[in-house]
């Protein structure tokens, strides 16, 4: 059985392997930390349950008085990356196991956070609507049914929905099809916030729907899209012989046909996170109002300094976006406290390494790790929890700039296998990081609301 290297040599052969083969042109033993998440508190999940033992979620740590041990391993990496020509002053990574502080190199200084902008995202949007919000878009008609035509318009009223997609609007049209409508004699009228395709243009979303509620305008996209559902699926014929048009307000005779129910808030937030989707983030960023709050809502959450979270945006599309390392790790903390009443975790709102599909699946990251990547020109950033076998779950965040995006990829990825060589990977996800099975078959809806 091979004896794991003491993370002094991973680290070492860490670096080594990244100067080695990444240009600035190219996109001891350790002492065990007592304190971990074993500790217990009751939490009650309903007032007709019995209280049951929860692990605590650990608090952000102090960032003065690290291990010294890796803390000094942390420093020596970071002077080989400056001896190589990367500026130490763009790097910074926050390292805790427990409420315990690993190392802290630079971490409260804000820099350039990419798409781990989406976990404060994530947590204003889960803080202001809750995990099982779901966003309401309402069809209605202007006229009465006759056979088998809508004798008057198609109106949509928008609400916000980020994932109003080619399937949506398939299980809508069918849906239509079976109250009667195969025809609009009116227009397609477009009012609120109606998104499709992640398009904020709603000239543009009342397009597409028109196109999705009518298989023989279909585009190679929507048949793709539905070649991915039942093979019973019908095919919605609902034709539409006006113009789509934008409105400010509905019609004043709009008369409710369907309330269209988006996937849960948590099941959203997932899909965003798995595909790192920029304009979801953006939408959701939007509904609770805007950049600024979000950052307002994050840094409290996190517990860290204003200073430490400033954001132009929901989505990481910005260099302005920028988030310490240690308000980083903060922000999983957070979400991961929010969610434990509701009996969630981390895994309900981002890809577990080794089970859950998404942009992280060709890196080679340690299983049962729950993370978020960022990427944006000269930047990259990589933060979570990991499970280890000797010191529980370490909650990390790491950050890079310059250009060197596959280097400092590959450094993440080192330096949490370093943590499995030393520390020792886990078979299973622990307790803590477990996503609830119950929320699986959690989806969008339709209910009518009138037969017309």
Same mark, same amino acid.
């Given at each position: 059985?091979?004896?794991?290297?003491?993370?002094?040599?991973?680290?070492?052969?860490?670096?080594?392997?990244?100067?080695?083969?990444?240009?600035?042109?190219?996109?001891?033993?350790?002492?065990?930390?007592?304190?971990?998440?074993?500790?217990?508190?009751?939490?009650?999940?309903?007032?007709?349950?019995?209280?049951?033992?929860?692990?605590?979620?650990?608090?952000?740590?102090?960032?003065?008085?690290?291990?010294?041990?890796?803390?000094?391993?942390?420093?020596?990496?970071?002077?080989?990356?400056?001896?190589?020509?990367?500026?130490?002053?763009?790097?910074?990574?926050?390292?805790?196991?427990?409420?315990?502080?690993?190392?802290?190199?630079?971490?409260?200084?804000?820099?350039?956070?990419?798409?781990?902008?989406?976990?404060?995202?994530?947590?204003?949007?889960?803080?202001?609507?809750?995990?099982?919000?779901?966003?309401?878009?309402?069809?209605?008609?202007?006229?009465?049914?006759?056979?088998?035509?809508?004798?008057?318009?198609?109106?949509?009223?928008?609400?916000?929905?980020?994932?109003?997609?080619?399937?949506?609007?398939?299980?809508?049209?069918?849906?239509?099809?079976?109250?009667?409508?195969?025809?609009?004699?009116?227009?397609?009228?477009?009012?609120?916030?109606?998104?499709?395709?992640?398009?904020?243009?709603?000239?543009?979303?009342?397009?597409?729907?028109?196109?999705?509620?009518?298989?023989?305008?279909?585009?190679? /996209?929507?048949?793709? %899209?539905?070649?991915?559902?039942?093979?019973?699926? &019908?095919? !919605?014929?609902? @034709? +539409?012989?006006? =113009?789509?048009?934008?409105?400010?307000?509905?019609?004043?005779?709009?008369?409710?046909?369907?309330?269209?129910?988006?996937?849960?808030?948590?099941?959203?937030?997932?899909?965003?996170?798995?595909?790192?989707?920029?304009?979801?983030?953006?939408?959701?960023?939007?509904?609770?109002?805007?950049?600024?709050?979000?950052?307002?809502?994050?840094?409290?959450?996190?517990?860290?300094?204003?200073?430490?979270?400033?954001?132009?945006?929901?989505?990481?599309?910005?260099?302005?976006?920028?988030?310490?390392?240690?308000?980083?790790?903060?922000?999983?903390?957070?979400?991961?406290?929010?969610?434990?009443?509701?009996?969630?975790?981390?895994?309900?709102?981002? /890809?577990?390494?080794? %089970?859950?599909?998404?942009?992280?699946?060709?890196? &080679?990251? !340690?299983?049962? @790790? +729950?993370?978020? =990547?960022?990427?944006?020109?000269?930047?990259?950033?990589?933060?979570?929890?990991?499970?280890?076998?000797?010191?529980?779950?370490?909650?990390?965040?790491?950050?890079?700039?310059?250009?060197?995006?596959?280097?400092?990829?590959?450094?993440?990825?080192?330096?949490?296998?370093?943590?499995?060589?030393?520390?020792?990977?886990?078979?299973?996800?622990?307790?803590?990081?477990?996503?609830?099975?119950?929320?699986?078959?959690?989806?969008?809806?339709?209910?009518?609301?009138?037969?017309?």
């Amino acid at each position: 059985m091979l004896k794991p290297l003491p993370l002094t040599t991973v680290l070492s052969l860490t670096l080594v392997t990244f100067t080695a083969g990444c240009s600035p042109q190219s996109n001891p033993s350790q002492p065990s930390v007592n304190e971990n998440e074993i500790d217990t508190v009751s939490v009650a999940e309903s007032p007709a349950e019995a209280e049951l033992q929860k692990p605590v979620v650990p608090s952000l740590a102090a960032p003065d008085n690290p291990n010294p041990a890796i803390q000094a391993q942390i420093e020596q990496y970071m002077n080989g990356l400056a001896a190589k020509g990367f500026a130490k002053e763009n790097h910074g990574i926050w390292i805790q196991a427990g409420n315990t502080l690993l190392a802290n190199y630079q971490a409260t200084v804000p820099l350039p956070a990419a798409s781990i902008t989406k976990i404060a995202t994530s947590l204003a949007a889960l803080q202001t609507f809750g995990p099982d919000h779901q966003f309401i878009t309402l069809i209605g008609a202007t006229g009465a049914v006759e056979n088998g035509v809508l004798q008057g318009d198609l109106v949509i009223e928008g609400g916000e929905d980020p994932f109003f997609v080619w399937e949506e609007a398939i299980a809508l049209g069918n849906l239509l099809n079976q109250m009667g409508i195969q025809q609009v004699a009116g227009n397609l009228i477009i009012t609120g916030k109606f998104y499709m395709n992640f398009e904020f243009e709603p000239l543009t979303s009342g397009t597409l729907l028109r196109q999705g509620l009518n298989s023989q305008l279909w585009t190679p /996209a929507a048949q793709t %899209q539905y070649q991915t559902l039942p093979p019973d699926t &019908p095919k !919605p014929q609902v @034709a +539409i012989a006006g =113009s789509v048009q934008v409105s400010p307000t509905p019609p004043s005779n709009v008369q409710p046909l369907i309330r269209h129910y988006s996937f849960p808030l948590a099941e959203l937030i997932k899909k965003m996170n798995q595909y790192s989707n920029n304009k979801m983030a953006d939408m959701l960023a939007n509904s609770v109002g805007g950049a600024n709050v979000v950052a307002q809502q994050a840094a409290a959450a996190a517990g860290v300094p204003q200073s430490e979270i400033t954001l132009v945006n929901g989505s990481g599309l910005s260099d302005q976006n920028k988030i310490s390392p240690r308000a980083a790790s903060g922000l999983f903390l957070a979400i991961a406290r929010y969610l434990q009443p509701y009996n969630m975790s981390l895994g309900d709102v981002l /890809a577990v390494v080794g %089970q859950d599909e998404g942009i992280l699946n060709e890196r &080679p990251l !340690p299983p049962f @790790a +729950i993370v978020k =990547s960022g990427s944006l020109n000269n930047v990259s950033a990589l933060g979570g929890a990991l499970p280890t076998q000797q010191q529980g779950i370490i909650w990390f965040s790491t950050m890079n700039m310059g250009y060197n995006l596959e280097g400092f990829r590959a450094q993440q990825e080192a330096l949490l296998q370093s943590f499995i060589s030393q520390w020792g990977g886990v078979q299973s996800l622990p307790e803590p990081l477990q996503p609830n099975p119950e929320r699986v078959n959690k989806t969008s809806s339709n209910e009518i609301v009138n037969e017309i």
